[in-house]
């Protein structure tokens, strides 16, 4: 019975939030940077199950980790297939891999006016990624494609834990060693 009336009065409760992610590639020598990608993402069901999970602190449930993902043939020009709120799973076989890279820097805040700290910004430093490719997936190379990405939260020390609270597609990006991608992920939530 007291599932029920609280259910009810939490329905009637609104809280927005969306994303959007940017990735900059930058000279190792000049330091000149490019805005490569600034896109909106999804957020996905598990997204909604880790927010709650951080609301009741439980462990796990903090943003700790980036998956890249990347295609690594030819004639690779992108996935046009819109992200599904309900697909967490990034794609591994032959062509299809990701990476996943812990945040290289700790999350930082911004805010809109009448809030304080409603925008966290989550970055990470894209160098040396073949150290990160998950098991299964095909060698992260100078030819890689970097198509998407997902913002994640990992309970454990593996993958068998992680769970993506969002993600993006966009246009595919091809490594390039002799530049660092340095990709930022904001999030922002209004009541």
């Not at 098991?135 to 100078?142: D, K, L, M, V, Y």
């Amino acid at each position: 019975m007291n599932d029920i009336i609280i259910r009810d009065e939490v329905e009637t409760t609104q809280i927005e939030s969306h994303g959007s992610i940017k990735i900059w590639r930058v000279n190792f020598k000049t330091g000149e940077k490019e805005l490569l990608v600034n896109k909106p993402n999804t957020i996905l069901y598990q997204g909604a199950d880790i927010l709650a999970a951080a609301l009741v602190g439980q462990n796990g449930s903090q943003i700790s980790h980036f998956y890249v993902g990347y295609n690594i043939s030819g004639g690779f020009s992108g996935d046009a297939t819109a992200v599904d709120k309900t697909t967490p799973a990034f794609r591994k076989d032959a062509n299809f891999g990701y990476l996943r890279i812990p945040l290289t820097y700790p999350a930082s805040f911004f805010n809109d006016p009448s809030y304080s700290n409603n925008i966290p910004i989550f970055s990470i430093l894209l160098s040396n990624a073949a150290t990160y490719t998950v098991a299964g997936s095909p060698t992260f190379n100078t030819s890689a494609k970097i198509f998407e990405i997902g913002l994640v939260a990992a309970s454990t020390g593996d993958i068998t834990g992680d769970k993506v609270f969002s993600r993006a597609r966009f246009t595919p990006i091809t490594n390039d060693p002799s530049y660092n991608l340095t990709i930022a992920w904001g999030v922002r939530f209004t009541a």
